[in-house]
């Protein structure tokens, strides 16, 4: 494959990028942070989503030093975020989302690497969460869990990525580091009519009443239509993210949406 070469030789051009999408509050609309999703602007190509090159930097061994450069531009990008929320004496400040792969996941230097890059750029550590796929943690055993463990006993938040998709046994719940679920968003689909299919309904109002008694906050993905955030709301869903509040873009854009809301 032509672009498995081309690869770390972008990483060394700057030929990465970052899009925010905001991530929201469905009781009041607030903003609460945005998801980091990287793109790759190719000379030839023009602009590749993560499909097109994360697998084959999974596989390459690359995405070690791409994901430790997206974890070190987003953390730096939520770090000017807070800035500019305290001279404007404005908004809360926002969280950031990145996501991690299971690569990543095995990595011995994780934990140095998030250590690191947080310590240099001054974002306290709970306003960093960090994604990980309900897959890639199915059968998880302690050895895999104790950078996370680690990670989460700083006050990073771990989220549970494409939940509801991965047939993860819902007591191992228990035993995860985890603080948030994603909803993957099949089942926000489901709630696209009024009423919903009955049997989604059942479905998410089990795993949101089973999460918030473990203490963990529900966010739903894939938000199109103002009907699916209602009802989804009124299932006691926390936070929402999707097309019908923002599409992923450029950074600028989030502090001024969570000014708006000020
Ligand atoms: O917009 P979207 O096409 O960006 O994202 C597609 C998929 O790529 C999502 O599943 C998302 O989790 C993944 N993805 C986006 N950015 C990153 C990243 O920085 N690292 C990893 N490992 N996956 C990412
Ligand atoms: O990490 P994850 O698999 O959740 O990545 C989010 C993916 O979902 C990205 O590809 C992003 O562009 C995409 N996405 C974000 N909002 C929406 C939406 O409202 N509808 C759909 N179909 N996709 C979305
Ligand atoms: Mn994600
Ligand atoms: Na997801």
């Not at 950031?96 to 947080?118: C, E, F, K, W, Y």
């Not at 059968?139 to 996370?148: H, I, N, Q, V």
């Not at 009955?198 to 894939?222: C, F, M, N, Q, Y």
């Not at 450029?250 to 969570?258: A, C, G």
Request: aromatic share 4%; hydrophobic share 40%.
């Amino acid at each position: 494959h032509g672009l498995t070469t081309a690869l770390p030789a972008a990483l060394e051009r700057g030929e990465f990028f970052i899009e925010y999408q905001p991530l929201v509050h469905l009781g009041d609309g607030r903003v609460h942070g945005a998801e980091a999703l990287v793109r790759w602007s190719h000379p030839q190509h023009g602009v590749l989503g993560p499909d097109h090159f994360i697998p084959l930097a999974e596989h390459t061994g690359l995405i070690v030093p791409l994901g430790r450069w997206v974890l070190q531009e987003a953390v730096r990008q939520a770090r000017s975020w807070h800035e500019q929320a305290d001279r404007d004496r404005s908004a809360p400040p926002l969280r950031i989302n990145v996501n991690l792969s299971p690569t990543q996941l095995h990595h011995p230097g994780l934990v140095a690497d998030t250590v690191d890059v947080l310590e240099r750029s001054g974002l306290p550590p709970g306003a960093l969460c960090l994604e990980v796929t309900e897959s890639a943690l199915i059968g998880a055993d302690e050895d895999l869990l104790k950078p996370l463990r680690q990670l989460a006993e700083m006050g990073v938040d771990i989220a549970l990525d494409d939940f509801g998709t991965g047939y993860s046994n819902l007591a191992n719940l228990r035993r995860l580091p985890v603080s948030v679920l994603k909803l993957d968003r099949s089942f926000t689909q489901g709630m696209q009519q009024h009423p919903a299919d009955p049997v989604d309904r059942k479905i998410v109002e089990g795993i949101v009443s089973l999460a918030h008694s473990l203490e963990l906050a529900v966010t739903v993905e894939g938000v199109e239509t103002g009907v699916q955030a209602e009802q989804l709301r009124q299932l006691g869903c926390d936070t929402a993210q999707g097309w019908y509040y923002a599409r992923p873009g450029p950074p600028d854009r989030l502090h001024t949406l969570s000014l708006a809301d000020a």
